[in-house]
C-alpha cells in the first residue's frame, strides 16, 4: 500500500449517504440565501498570502498551507472567504449599488496540530451584507443565521450574541499596556476568573476592574442587561448595551426568542469584528456550528470604507449532526437497468434517455455483455427492474 | 437529561476531587469502589466521573466529550488549546521553574542553551519573552537527568518541594509559573448547559479553601 493511498491529515474523502446529506445541507442553505436576496460567489482556492496579512488568531498565517509560485510570491490555501470577497467588493465590484448581498460555498483550509483530531479542510457556507451598518442590517443577519439552521431541520440550537466594542471599551479605559490589553482578552474570552481576578486586583478597585471582572459571568439570558446596567454607569457602555436589548426585543418579537442568548463576555479571537458578533450551537457538538460579526473595518483594509456584515456555517458538521440524528439522506438507487441485446445497443440507448424523461425515474445503462451478468450486477446493486431492448423491450 | 461529564485523572486528584465533590453533599459513594470501571456515575447519575490521563483531558473537552475536566494548568499551558478555564481548584499546588546545575550560572556566555522539558511549548515561550535562542528537547520521563548526563544545560519543569532537584544536585533559577489544578469547561457546554454548570461551579466554590486564587 503506497502512503499516498490515505488522504493528508486532517482531511477525508466524502463519499455516498455522508456526501448526499452534504449535498441536502448545501441544498437547504443556499435556498435560504437565494430567498433572501444573496447571490452567489466563488473566489481562487488560492490567493496572495497579503489578502490575509495581520489576519490574528486562527486564521494567522502560521496556521495558513503556503505555497510560492513562479513569480517568488507567497500564495496561501484559502483559509477564509471574508477577506477574499471584502477583497472582491473592493476591486472589482467597487462601483456596483451598495448594499450587496453575497454568498458563498467554499471549502477553507487551515493547519492543525496533527493528531489533535482537529479538520485541516472544512466546507463552509456563508453569507456577507455589505455597505449597510445599521441594526435593520444586523436584524437581518441574525434573522437569516436561525433560518438557516431551521431549515437544515434543527431545533434544538442556540444563537449566542455579545458585542465586540463592549470588552474593547472597558479595556480601553484601563491604565495598561498593550501586552496587558491582550492578556486581558484572553482571559475574558477563555472566562479565567482566576487570572482576571488576580491582574485586576492589582489595579485597585475602580468602576472599570469591577466591571471587567464582572464581564465573563455576564452571560445568559435577557436579564445580563440590567446586571449590567447596574453595573456600569458609562454612556457609551450603555449605548451598547440598550443596543443589544433593543435587538433582543425585535427577535422576541418575530418569535426567536428562546433561540436567543447573550454573552457580554464574548470576545472572538478574530479582531476583525466591530459590532455584534454571534455563534450557535447544537447539543452534543463542543464547538459552533455557526459565527458571524459585524465587520465595518475589515474593507478599509482595501481601501473602500464600507460596513459590512456576515456569517459562516460550518457544514461539515450539520451534515454530521443530520447523520447522527438519523437523517442522513439515502444514496438513490437507479429504478431501472437498461440493457441492449447484441445489435440493439444504439436503440438501447435511445430507450434510455426517453425513459429517463419520466419524472424522478434514473434509468442506468447496463454495460455488460449477457444478460446473466446484467441480472447479476442488478441484484447486487438492490436494481428493480431490468428493460431488456432487442427486437421487442422486454420488462423484468 | 444526560448526566454532566467530568474528566479527571486518575490518583490523586481524583480523590481530591471527589472529596471536594463529596463536601458540598454530593453523593459519590459510588467512585470509591469503582473498581476498573473508566466511566463513574456519582451523585444519582446527575454527574459521570470519566477516568483519564491528564494530558487527553483537555482533548476531551475540547472536542465536547466530556464537558468539563480537572487538568493541571502545566497541561493547559502547553497545550494551548479553546476552553474555559473558570476556576482555580487549588489542588495539586506546585511551580513551573527553570532549573539547572547548582554553583552554576544558566544564563553565562553566549552560546546556545540546551534545556530539556517536558514541555516545549512552555519552554519555548518563556525564553521568546526574554528574546533568546534556545535549543529545546523534550523529554518524556525524569528530566532531571538530562542536565546530569551532559544533554542539556537546564530543565523547564514543574517543581513541588524540590527535593528531587537537591538530590541531583540541581537548584532552581527562575519563577514561570504557578500551577495547580484548574476546573476547564468546553466552550459551547458551557452555554448549552449553563444552569447545571454555574451550580455546579458554585457548590465547588463554597468548599473550595481558595475563594481568589491566583495564576
Known amino acids: ?396 | 437529561m444526560q448526566a454532566l461529564r467530568i474528566a479527571v485523572a486518575k490518583g490523586r486528584l481524583e480523590e481530591e476531587i471527589l472529596a471536594m465533590m463529596d463536601k458540598t453533599g454530593m453523593d459519590c459513594s459510588a467512585a470509591v469502589n469503582k473498581g476498573r470501571k473508566l466511566i463513574v456515575p456519582v451523585d444519582g447519575g446527575r454527574f459521570e466521573l470519566i477516568l483519564a490521563k491528564s494530558a487527553d483531558i483537555i482533548t476531551y473537552v475540547e472536542h465536547g466529550a466530556c464537558d468539563m475536566g480537572v487538568v493541571g494548568k502545566d497541561i493547559i499551558m502547553e497545550s494551548a488549546r479553546s476552553l474555559y478555564e473558570v476556576m482555580d481548584l487549588g489542588l495539586g499546588r506546585c511551580r513551573m521553574m527553570l532549573a539547572a546545575n547548582k554553583d552554576q550560572d544558566f544564563y553565562q556566555g553566549f552560546g546556545v542553551k540546551t534545556v530539556a522539558t517536558k514541555y516545549p511549548n512552555v519552554a519555548r515561550a518563556f525564553f521568546e519573552a526574554k528574546a533568546m535562542d534556545v535549543n529545546i528537547v523534550k523529554i518524556e520521563g525524569s528530566v532531571e537527568l538530562a542536565p546530569l548526563l551532559g544533554l542539556a544545560d537546564g530543565i523547564v519543569d514543574i517543581v513541588q518541594t524540590g527535593s528531587t532537584l537537591k538530590a541531583n544536585g540541581l537548584e532552581e533559577k527562575e519563577w514561570i509559573a504557578h500551577i495547580s489544578a484548574r476546573l476547564v469547561v468546553n466552550i459551547a457546554r458551557m452555554k448549552m448547559r449553563k444552569e447545571e454548570i454555574d451550580s455546579f461551579i458554585n457548590r465547588l466554590r463554597t468548599v473550595s479553601d481558595n475563594a481568589g486564587g491566583n495564576t
Open chain 1, 1 to 396: 500500500m503506497k502512503d499516498y493511498f490515505t488522504t493528508p491529515k486532517g482531511t477525508r474523502d466524502i463519499l455516498l449517504e455522508e456526501c448526499e446529506t452534504q449535498n441536502w445541507v448545501e441544498g437547504k442553505l443556499t435556498e435560504g440565501f437565494a430567498k433572501y436576496g444573496y447571490t452567489p460567489v466563488i473566489t481562487p482556492g488560492v490567493e496572495y498570502l497579503d489578502v490575509f496579512a495581520d489576519a490574528p488568531g486562527n486564521t494567522g498565517s502560521e496556521h495558513m498551507f503556503k505555497l510560492v509560485n513562479n513569480e517568488g510570491r507567497i500564495l496561501v490555501l484559502r483559509p477564509d472567504s471574508t477577506a477574499p470577497i471584502a477583497r472582491l467588493v473592493s476591486s472589482r465590484l467597487k462601483n456596483s449599488r451598495k448594499p450587496l448581498r453575497l454568498y458563498y460555498n467554499q471549502r477553507v483550509y487551515r493547519q492543525k496540530d496533527l493528531y489533535s483530531g482537529q479538520r485541516m479542510e472544512t466546507s463552509q457556507m456563508g453569507v456577507e451584507l455589505i455597505g449597510a451598518g445599521k441594526m435593520r442590517a444586523d436584524l437581518e443577519m441574525l434573522q437569516l443565521a436561525m433560518e438557516s439552521l431551521t431549515l437544515c431541520g434543527l431545533t434544538d440550537y442556540r444563537i449566542e450574541l455579545g458585542h465586540s466594542g463592549l470588552c474593547e471599551l472597558l479595556i480601553s479605559r484601563l491604565a495598561v499596556d498593550d501586552g496587558g490589553k491582550e492578556k486581558l482578552r484572553q482571559w475574558i474570552r477563555t472566562k479565567n476568573y482566576p487570572a482576571l481576578n488576580d491582574f485586576l486586583d492589582l489595579l485597585g478597585q475602580g468602576e472599570e476592574t469591577v466591571g471587567i471582572k464582572a464581564l465573563p459571568g455576564l452571560f445568559g439570558g435577557i436579564e445580563v442587561i440590567d446586571k449590567a446596567t447596574e453595573i456600569w454607569q458609562d454612556r457609551e457602555v450603555r449605548e451598547i448595551l440598550a443596543y443589544l436589548q433593543s435587538l433582543y426585543d425585535v427577535l422576541q418579537q418575530i418569535g426567536l426568542k428562546e433561540k436567543l442568548m447573550l454573552d457580554l463576555g464574548f470576545v472572538n479571537e478574530n479582531d476583525y469584528y466591530t459590532g455584534i458578533i454571534f455563534q450557535a450551537y447544537i447539543p452534543r457538538f463542543g464547538e459552533a456550528v455557526l459565527l458571524g460579526g459585524r465587520y465595518d473595518r475589515l474593507l478599509e483594509r482595501f481601501g473602500e470604507k464600507l460596513p459590512a456584515i456576515g456569517f459562516g456555517v460550518d457544514v461539515d458538521l450539520l451534515t454530521k449532526s443530520r447523520i447522527d440524528e438519523g437523517k442522513q439522506t439515502a444514496v438513490k438507487t437507479p429504478e431501472v437497468l437498461v440493457w441492449g441485446e447484441k445489435g440493439y445497443e444504439v436503440l438501447s440507448l435511445q430507450y434510455a434517455k426517453t425513459l429517463r424523461q419520466t419524472p424522478d425515474l434514473s434509468v442506468e445503462n447496463g454495460l455488460f455483455d449477457s444478460l446473466e451478468q446484467c441480472k447479476d450486477y442488478a441484484a447486487a446493486k438492490g436494481i428493480r427492474h431490468i428493460h431488456v431492448v432487442g427486437q421487442t423491450i422486454e420488462i423484468l
